[in-house]
């Protein structure tokens, strides 16, 4: 079983940077592809961020990219997402995924075999 523990949400202007952690119970370096989805109030969850066991492919939704980068510490086993230029439309309980499939799931949250409780993250304008 593994535990993922997401931290770093809060209360942000419109405009400002946010840095997301997950830190996992296990040793996920080339193990565990890790992702962020978020769930926006009265939404569906929906795919952020990926990036494959050993760091070197990583994919985001169109709606982040060139704003939000993920990136991991497998010394840490954490997985981090580095948001900027954050809008309000950002405003959603973002949560860290970690799957074992044989590839990268992508945004495809079935495939994503674990995941953490959530984490605020709020985008005032």
């Known amino acids: 079983q593994v535990q993922l523990v997401e931290s770093g949400g809060g209360l942000v202007q419109a405009g400002g940077s946010l840095r997301l952690s997950c830190a996992a119970s296990?040793?996920?370096?080339?193990?565990?592809?890790m992702a962020w989805f978020r769930r926006l109030q009265g939404k569906e969850r929906e795919f952020v961020a990926a990036?494959?066991?050993?760091?070197?492919?990583?994919t985001y939704a169109d709606s982040v990219k060139g704003r939000f980068t993920i990136s991991r510490d497998n010394a840490k086993n954490t997985v981090n997402l580095q948001m900027n230029s954050l809008k309000s439309e950002d405003t959603a309980v973002y949560y860290c995924?970690?799957?074992?499939?044989?590839?990268?799931?992508?945004?495809?949250?079935?495939?994503?075999?674990?995941w953490g409780q959530g984490t605020q993250v709020t985008v005032s304008s």
């Open positions: 990036i494959n066991r050993s760091g070197g492919i990583t």
């Open positions: 995924a970690a799957s074992r499939r044989p590839v990268l799931p992508g945004a495809i949250s079935g495939l994503y075999d674990y």
């Open positions: 296990v040793r996920t370096s080339n193990t565990y592809h």
